[in-house]
């Protein structure tokens, strides 16, 4: 238990030295939030190129000869290992973008407090909530599609071990009538990704509007 609280307390303190970095380059937990965003966004982008590149060598492979099914496992093989690495990188984007914005929206709740002038807090406050709602909901939206991941690379592997074991044309010619079930799972997938990823770009354009008009209004 202890070394659970020094771990966390070195975490947020490396935060906060991240962040006071980041300033110094006139970057703000704002800007750091919609940098996070993007990353996340071409995270998952690239996820669902690469389960649809994945499906289509899955297809290749039901339709080989024997003398050249090794070949083809080893594909399919590589293509499990790229989308499995895809899906990591889907997660850890999708985790920063929800520490950042954690962070900005708790100092934002904290610094409330320091208002002397009540109707600049009520003001404050209302778009603290919402700004968090805008990006809870964009949060939301990518860990839905995130959850699709997992059932779509699960039978995936059991096939790629299936052909490991089994490098011969009938066993291929038994996983034909898989392919149905697994280009209705992508499919889902993909659509789950398209959601997500257009959910991040309406956040990221909202953020970067109210940026610009924030600039405009500065003295």
């Known amino acids: 238990m202890a070394l659970l609280v020094a771990a966390a307390v070195s975490t947020v303190a490396c935060d906060r030295v991240y962040y006071k970095a980041m300033k110094r380059f006139g970057m703000e937990k704002r800007d750091i939030l919609v940098d996070r965003v993007r990353d996340a966004q071409k995270a998952q982008t690239e996820a669902k190129q690469e389960f649809q590149t994945a499906l289509e ?3 290749t492979v ?3 000869e024997d003398s050249t099914l090794e070949k083809k ?3 399919l093989s590589k293509e499990l290992e790229r989308s499995e690495d895809k899906a990591r990188k889907v997660h850890d984007r999708i985790k920063a973008v929800r520490d950042v914005s954690d962070d900005l929206f708790n ?3 904290k610094e409330l407090g320091k208002y002397s002038d009540r109707s600049l807090r009520a003001e404050s ?5 919402e700004n968090r709602r ?4 964009m949060i939301a939206s990518m860990t839905r599609a995130e959850e699709r991941i997992p059932p779509v690379l699960r039978p995936l592997r059991d096939r790629v071990l299936f052909l490991k074991h089994n490098l011969n044309a009938r066993a291929i010619g038994a996983l034909g009538k ?3 079930t697994m280009r209705d799972d992508v499919d889902s997938l993909v659509a789950g990704l398209e959601a997500a990823i257009k959910e991040a770009d309406t956040f990221i354009k909202e953020m970067d509007a109210e940026k610009a008009a924030a600039g405009t209004n500065s003295p």
């Open 107 to 109: 100092e934002w709740e």
């Open 134 to 137: 805008r990006a809870d909901a």
């Open 73 to 75: 496992y080893e594909t």
């Open 62 to 64: 039901i339709e080989v």
């Open 57 to 59: 060598r899955f297809k």
């Open 178 to 180: 898989e392919l149905v």
């Open 125 to 129: 406050e209302r778009d603290l909530r």
